[in-house]
Structure formats: C-alpha cells, structure tokens
C-alpha cells in the first residue's frame, strides 16, 4: 500500500505541475495578442511598450522550452527553479507594464499560489517572499521616472500581502487534502484487508454458503459449499444443474418463510444436508443466501455433548463394575485350574475368562475417556517423528504382521501432542492389522505422508487391504460402541477421533479399492511469514 500510495501522489504531481505549465502558457499567449493587437496602450497606460512587447515574447519562447524539456521534473529544487524563473519574468513584465496599475501583478499572486501547490511550505513561502519584494521593490523603482501616490503604494503593498496570503492558503489547502487522501488510502486499505479476511474466513468455514440471485444463478460459493454439493465449478451457473432437491426447499420457503426447510441427501457423497435460506433485501437483485450444514457433524457435535454428561456416570459405574468383574474372572480361572473338570466346563470357563477380558477391556476404554487429559501440543516434526514410530512398531509387530512407510516431499511441521498422536496411530495400525489380517496373511498397513495439495496441509493416511467397510457402516464408524468386530469395543475409533479434534486435526475415512483408508489432516504448524 505505500507503493500504491507513492504512485498516486507522484500522478498527483505530475497533474498540478501540467496545470502550471498549462498556466504560463496561457498567460504568455494572451500576453502576446494583446500586444500584438495594441490593445496594451488601453489597458497598460504606464507602460515602456519596447519593454513589454520583448518580455512578452521572452516569456512565450521560455516557457514554451521549459515545458518541451522539463515536462517531467520531480526534484525539488528543479520545481522551486522553475518556480523562481516564472516569478522573476512576471516581475519584469510587472516593471515594464507599469507597476501596480497594470493586472500583472495579479498575474504573479496567481503564479505564487500555483506554484505553492508543487512547493513546500518554507521554500513555497520563500517565492511568496520573493514575489512581494519584487511587487514592492519594483513600485518603489517606479515612482522615480512615475512618482506613485500614496493610493498606489498601498495597493502594491496590498499585493505583496496577498502573495502571502495565497501561498498560505494554497498550502493548507494542500496539507488538507493530504490528510484526506492518506485516510482515504487507510480506509481504502483497511477496507482490502477486510475483504480478504472475510474472504479467508468464508473459504474457511464448514459451513456452505452459497449467494444466489433471482434467477438462482450461484454468484458466491465457499470450498464448503463445493465440497458439500460434490461439485467443484459453481459460480456463474444455475443451482438447478446441480441440485433440484435444494432448489425445491428454496420455492418451498418463499412460499412461506416461517417453515424449517427439510433436509435433503447429496447421492455423489452420501452426505444429508440440512439447508436453511436468508433473503438479502438490500441486494438490487433479490439475492439469497443459502447456508448448508452437515447432519453428520451437527449428530455428532450432539453425541459429544450427550456423551460428556453421560462420561460421569459410565465412570462410576466402571468403577463399580470392575471389581466384581475380576472376582468372576479370577473365579473362572481358579475353576479352569480343577482337575475334576471335563472339556465341555472346560470350555465353558474358557468364555467366561474371555467375555470377562473384553468386558474389562470396555471399562478401560470408558476409564480412559472419563479421565482423558487436556491436549498439549507442541511443534511437531512428522517425518522423523513418524519413523521413530514406525521403527518402534516394527519391533513390537508380529511375524504375521508387516508395516510400510511413504513419505513425500514438504514440509511437515505441525501442532500435535506426541502422546496422543501414539495412542491414535496405534489404535489405527491394530485396526488396519485386524481387517487385513481377514483376507491375508501377512497382514499388511501402508502409512502415507503427504501435503494436500488444495489446503497445504500435511496429511497422513493409514491404508489396509481388507475387506474394507460396507456403504451403510461407514457413516457409523466413529460413533460410540459400534463394532464390526465380534472382539471389538467399539470405542478405538471414537477416541481416536476426538484426540484428533482435540489438537485441531481432522479424522475421516475414505473408501478404496481393495481395503479402507484413515486420514488424519493435521493443523497448521509452519509459522506464517
């Protein structure tokens, strides 16, 4: 901005320094077709016309070379030059047409107040000087050959005054509309700033928005509302191509406003949108914003809040729980231990000790959420962070089980507890080796590094090759105590979810050929520039 504010002061200059020329030309020509058409002897009784017929002609021919050859000036000292030239020809032209009784001395209060408009202050206040003393000093010249009357001094010191006085007022003149045009750039700037930041919050926000005129042509569609819709060019078409459903909710509601419009199902991602419409009165063209929300995420935001006030109680019926749970299980164990058993008790103790493990094994899981820790994340690395934990995992995985790392260039630097990112990928990687393990064996998982090309951020995909997840099972997967597994919990995914959220990252499944994919898309880490 001050670049753009350089220029635009410098293409004011440029301006008021062709306006001066435009003035000494004028004032030269109409100099010399009064002279050329005697009508100088009317006006200019005092005057020496030898005198005044040269310097008229002199002023023409210099002003016009003055302009040919310093058309662009821009030094400071070459402007008060030309200032100074101008003064001191209009003061002989002043002398030779006869003092105060000619209009010249007009002629130079107009020049001192155009030339002050390129001058600054003291030097602009010092050809102000300049002209009054010649105004001055040159009737006071004259009144040797011309006596003056006291009549005539007072008028040419009243011009001397006057010199002054159009200095200083061209000058604070110019001071003002400075100030003006500075806090014109400010607003005009901090008006730029705000649109670009409403623009960035808008891309930004999950919300879709979209900006539809009268004939429901999309003017304004935010990445949301792109994603949202499953459609990636939106502005400058009409809704209807893309979705007759939002278009039937949208007559529906300008039929009447007061009803809550239906939710509606985007088939291209499976995803139930919720829509909801506001008219902008004062647009010119009737527009209407249209706000589209996930379901998804609302059901889950409510399932979050539900879950807090019940993580109080399933703690404390944990705990109560836990106790009788390992007397059973010690029971059992103690009873599979007796000589006297067969195999069918044998058995049967067998699926008390395993039903009491995967029992304890939820009471766990609900321990572990009603005593989770506040997040703390920290200026994470992921290339070499996660190789340290692929080398680790590695050591620990079976013969059965196999690990592969890809990694691509970027730069990888995040916000993310290290704990919890542990907890996550270990719960993603046992996931991956369980469903793998179904079709193959070894049981294989591929975990993927890479920058995302449209939001610049780094993203990690854990990818398996099992049997993948069913259509109807994948909106499920993160919900509390939903399993595929018979030995499953069901709450791995749900706590690998919200430790995600809980370091501002994002954890989602993507369907594939040939098994499933998680993806975490980690938070803005580098540090802005």
């Excluded at 005057?47 to 070379?65: C, T």
């Excluded at 006291?150 to 006085?165: D, I, R, V």
């Excluded at 749970?325 to 599979?336: E, N, T, V």
């Excluded at 820790?373 to 089980?401: G, K, M, N, T, Y």
Aim: glycine residues 6%.
């Amino acid at each position: 901005m001050i670049a753009e504010a350089t220029d635009a002061t410098r293409k004011q200059a440029q301006r008021l320094l062709r306006l001066y020329h435009l003035y000494r030309l004028s004032v030269g020509i109409t100099l010399v077709l009064l002279i050329s058409s005697n009508m100088d002897n009317r006006l200019l009784t005092s005057a020496d016309d030898e005198l005044l017929r040269n310097g008229s002609w002199l002023y023409l021919v210099l002003n016009i070379l003055l302009v040919v050859f310093l058309e662009n000036i821009r030094r400071p000292a070459q402007l008060f030059g030309l200032a100074l030239v101008d003064i001191l020809l209009l003061c002989g032209l002043f002398y030779a047409a006869g003092g105060v009784a000619s209009p010249v001395g007009n002629l130079l209060i107009v020049s001192v107040a155009i030339s002050n408009t390129l001058l600054k202050r003291r030097i602009g206040v010092l050809i102000a000087a300049i002209g009054a003393l010649g105004i001055v000093g040159l009737s006071f010249l004259l009144s040797f050959s011309h006596p003056l009357s006291a009549n005539e001094y007072l008028q040419a010191g009243t011009l001397g005054a006057l010199c002054f006085a159009g200095a200083l007022l061209v000058q604070g003149l110019i001071r003002r509309l400075e100030v003006s045009e500075t806090l014109a750039e400010q607003r005009a700037s901090e008006v730029v700033s705000l649109e670009a930041l409403n623009a960035l919050i808008l891309q930004r926000m999950r919300t879709g928005i979209l900006v539809l005129d009268e004939q429901r042509r999309v003017q304004l569609a935010n990445q949301s509302a792109r994603t949202l819709l499953a459609q990636s060019p939106l502005e400058g078409h009409l809704i209807d191509d893309y979705s007759t459903a939002l278009v039937e909710r949208l007559n529906l509601w300008l039929n009447n406003p007061t009803l809550r419009p239906q939710s509606l199902k985007i088939a291209a991602n499976g995803l139930e949108l919720q829509p909801s419409f506001i008219a902008l009165e004062q647009s010119p063209n009737r527009q209407t914003l249209v706000f589209l929300e996930d379901l998804a995420q609302i059901a889950q935001q409510a399932q979050q809040l539900k879950l807090a006030a019940l993580g109080r109680l399933t703690a404390g019926i944990a705990h109560e729980i836990r106790n009788p749970l390992g007397a059973i299980s010690h029971a059992a164990q103690l009873l599979r231990e007796s000589e006297e058993l067969d195999g069918a008790d044998q058995r049967l103790t067998q699926i008390i000790q395993d039903h009491s493990q995967r029992m304890n094994r939820v009471i766990e899981n609900v321990l572990q959420l009603s005593r989770r820790q506040q997040s703390a994340p920290q200026r994470l690395d992921l290339e070499p962070w996660l190789e340290h934990f692929v080398e680790e995992s590695r050591e620990q995985a079976s013969e059965h089980q196999r690990i592969h790392l890809n990694i691509e260039s970027g730069d990888f630097r995040t916000l993310m507890d290290p704990g919890q990112l542990t907890q996550i990928l270990d719960n993603l990687l046992r996931n991956g080796w369980r469903h793998s393990a179904l079709l193959h064996d070894p049981a294989q998982v591929w975990l993927r590094l890479f920058i995302d090309s449209e939001s610049q951020l780094a993203v990690l995909e854990v990818q398996d090759n099992g049997p993948g997840v069913a259509l109807d099972q994948q909106a499920h997967l993160f919900e509390p105590f939903f399993t595929t597994s018979s030995q499953g919990t069901g709450l791995g995914l749900y706590l690998s979810r919200e430790l995600c959220e809980s370091n501002q990252a994002r954890l989602d499944f993507k369907p594939r050929q040939g098994g499933g994919c998680f993806r975490i898309t980690f938070a803005h880490g580098r540090k802005q520039s």
